[in-house]
């Protein structure tokens, strides 16, 4: 996967938690509290940052926000 894919890709899952938020009316400041973190860390996730925490984020948040 070429380095544009995968930006493409990040973008795309980005604007997926922005719209997701949205809708239910959750800033990442109240998500961060729910899932016991802080704020940056769930901005991070929501960028597509690969580290392991910001993975464990993103499979936590699309529970708790009902994304595929």
Known sequence: MSDQ???DIAEQLEAKF??????HHITQKEMASMLG?????????????????SRSIRDRMKRLLDIE
């Open 18 to 23: 922005k719209v997701a938020l949205l809708t």
């Open 37 to 53: 973190t802080g704020p940056q860390q769930v901005n991070r996730a929501i960028k597509g940052d690969m580290s392991p925490m």
């Open 5 to 7: 894919q995968l930006l």
